[in-house]
């Protein structure tokens, strides 16, 4: 369950360009969710919100387009793998969608990659948790290997923080 905030400026692309940047985003997030992008479960819970911007840099306006992508998914979803995964394959994306038109895409496409708690994730009226959204998307079976993979990510950060703190795991219990 992608959500993504797409800052673009307005008449940065050709409106053909954005409408099949915004397609392909969105088949990137779900591909570095885990998700197959064809499937239609996933796809319907995969929104784009574009918001339309001024861009200064330095006080003055900006010369080229500015492109910022904020990525947000369920607690367990994202490895440092993904994130650099997602954050080149967007930025190869812009550049292909400018097809030239502006100088160094690759600086000036940023892209941050957020994951939300468990249990923070709520639409329809009611609190979703990576499980809940895997099953949804994938089945039941899908929500089990969900859990234990939030589980999985939850002890190790656990330990990492322990290990920060010059706690041995062992000690800690």
């Known amino acids: 369950m992608p959500m993504l905030d797409a800052y673009i400026p307005e ?6 360009a954005e409408r099949e940047l915004l397609s392909k985003l969105t088949d990137l997030l779900l591909e570095h969710e885990g ?5 239609e479960a996933a796809r ?12 200064y840099v330095a006080g003055l306006a900006a010369e080229a387009p500015r492109y910022r992508f904020i990525c947000q998914v369920p607690e367990g979803q ?12 967007m930025t190869r994306a812009v550049a292909d969608a400018e097809d030239g038109a502006w100088p160094d895409p690759e600086f000036r496409v940023w892209v941050f ?7 923070t994730w ?7 948790r990576l499980p809940d959204i895997a099953a949804f998307v994938a089945g039941e079976a899908a929500g089990e290997a969900a859990a234990q993979r939030l589980a999985r ?3 190790e950060h656990a330990l990492a923080t322990l290990a ?3 706690v041995e795991a062992g000690a800690a219990v």
């Open 164 to 166: 920060a703190a010059g």
């Open 153 to 155: 990510r939850r002890r």
């Open 78 to 89: 994202y490895d440092d793998e993904r994130r650099a995964a997602v954050t080149a394959e």
């Open 113 to 119: 990659t957020h994951e939300i708690a468990d249990g």
């Open 35 to 39: 998700a197959d992008p064809s499937n």
């Open 11 to 16: 008449g940065a692309l050709p409106a053909k």
């Open 44 to 55: 319907s819970i995969a929104w784009v919100f574009v918001h339309r911007t001024e861009m």
């Open 122 to 128: 709520g639409g329809a009226g009611r609190i979703f």
